[in-house]
């Protein structure tokens, strides 16, 4: 039996046209439905339809010929004087320098697989056992338990033969309050201006510290840590169980940034110590490429550099939080913690790290001791003449010794270095010197108690000048009764 085909009519064929055209939508209709829902892209969990690049505004410097500067901690009036007749008038308030608010295009780095070592930034997976309320209610937990994770997940990612995690910080703007001098708070709010953390002198006294520290907890005596390179790097997590849909974080891509063009020295005075970093030049902002990475969960962590001892590599890394305006109303405030840590590879070469002294019990039993008595009697002695020096030289010392104790340690440091060779301990070892920096600063020492007197009657000096000897001997006397009660 044959089967016979007959020749459809125009009508049939017009109406299989449209059918077939409409399957075809539908089936387009449907994939792309599928490829939004795989990606996220317009569901209720994303909140809303957006671009990948976001259009906003970043807070950049600004060279003006003045050296930015920022104070987070709080000072007296008098201190205020102090630090302004010291470094200059600007310096009565809580910051200083140009600055200068550029339109920018932030990109998101997902998928593009972008490396600390090619760009300064990384993303990399790691799981935490910590919860949201641990990080803000143990701090123990993070110190025991989260520092060691951080110290893993960075050994792991870049290779290093170890790494010390030194300081970690806490932001959520709800939480932090709105006083933006609470650098030393448990939580504070976001940083939004474009900066480092660290400057290549910063950095290098870091690394010296870090490495003495980790000698003298009992690190493996048969590698030498104080050679080779050292990273100095940042690991920023969200710690909330939402993804981070407000306030992100915005990186840098080093290969984009013109150095030393775009670098702007500053400097940063805590309550504990000094230190100098960089804010980024506007100047060639529409050369600078931007990243984010969108909807960071609680299971990332964003690695990026502070400083790289290798200068075949980037070595810092830009950074900022921003403003999303396409951010909902709705979205969480933004948890984070971000933790700084040192990573050790004593087995690069050539050697990128700075000569460091660290002494053991060999080198203890090499110090001279009667060159360690007089130079700590040398210095003491010329610090009880402190009212005769000369006035430069007096605000010279009483700019270091207004810090503190950090600024009393700072002194001691310079006199020891004995630069003009007047106390005649130029020449003393490293070892030797040291050590006689070690009595100075002691608690308790002669030479505090030698500042303390000298500094009172550089006081006493000049209220003579300024009001007479009645109000010079009320000022003494009142001084005196102070610390008597205290």
Not at 84 to 102: D, W
Not at 129 to 155: G, R
Not at 279 to 288: I, P, V
Not at 451 to 467: E, N
């Amino acid at each position: 039996m044959k089967h016979v085909i007959s020749k459809p009519s125009s009508s049939n064929l017009f109406t299989a046209n449209v059918l077939l055209q409409k399957t075809m939508s539908i089936s387009f209709i449907l994939v792309v439905t599928a490829l939004l829902f795989i990606t996220g892209v317009g569901s209720s969990e994303q909140g809303h339809i957006r671009d990948m690049d976001i259009s906003t505004t970043l807070n950049y410097g600004k060279d003006d010929g003045t050296r930015p500067f920022f104070y987070g901690k709080h000072r007296s009036d008098a201190e205020k004087a102090a630090d302004a007749k010291l470094r200059g008038q600007m310096h009565q308030g809580m910051f200083g320098g140009g600055g200068n608010s550029v339109k920018v295009s932030i990109s998101d780095a997902r998928g593009k697989k972008l490396t600390l070592d090619e760009v300064g930034f990384e993303l990399v997976d790691q799981r935490t056992d910590m919860s949201t309320e641990d990080f803000y209610n143990k701090p123990d937990k993070i110190t025991d338990v989260y520092y060691k994770e951080i110290a893993a997940a960075i050994v792991e990612a870049t290779g290093a033969a170890h790494c010390k995690i030194i300081h970690h910080q806490v932001r959520n703007a709800s939480k932090a309050g709105q006083d933006i001098q609470n650098v030393g708070a448990q939580v504070q709010g976001y940083a939004a201006g474009i900066h480092t953390d660290s400057h290549p002198k910063a950095a290098d006294d870091l690394f010296k510290h870090t490495v003495e520290k980790l000698v003298a907890d009992g690190a493996d005596p048969n590698i030498d840590w104080t050679k080779g390179r050292f990273l100095y790097v940042n690991a920023w997590r969200n710690i909330s169980n939402e993804p981070v849909q407000r306030d992100p974080l915005a990186v840098c891509d080093a290969r984009s940034v013109v150095a030393p063009d775009d670098f702007i020295a500053s400097d940063i005075f805590l309550d504990n110590y000094d230190s100098m970093q960089f804010r980024l030049d506007s100047r060639n902002a529409k050369s600078h490429r931007w990243h984010y990475f969108s909807r960071m969960k609680k299971e990332e962590v964003l690695l990026f550099k502070q400083w790289d001892s290798d200068p075949t590599r980037p070595r810092a890394c830009f950074h900022t939080a921003f403003n999303d305006p396409g951010s909902p109303d709705s979205a969480p405030v933004r948890e984070s913690i971000e933790v700084r840590a040192v990573a050790f590879f004593p087995h690069h070469t050539p050697n990128t790290c700075p000569e460091v002294l660290v002494t053991d019990e060999a080198d203890r039993e090499r110090i001279d001791p009667v060159a360690v008595a007089e130079g700590v009697s040398k210095i003491t002695g010329a610090v009880k003449f402190l009212p005769l020096w000369p006035a430069i030289a007096q605000e010279w010392a009483m700019g270091h010794i207004n810090r503190g104790d950090k600024g009393i340690e700072t002194l001691a440091t310079e006199l020891c270095k004995d630069a003009r060779g007047n106390l005649g301990l130029k020449d003393v070892p490293p070892i030797t010197r040291a050590q006689i920096v070690s009595e100075l600063t002691a608690k308790d020492s002669s030479f505090r108690r030698t500042v303390r007197s000298s500094v009172l009657m550089v006081q006493i000096t000049l209220a003579v000048k300024k009001w007479g000897p009645p109000v010079a001997i009320g000022f003494a006397l009142g001084t005196a009764w102070h610390r008597l009660r205290s």
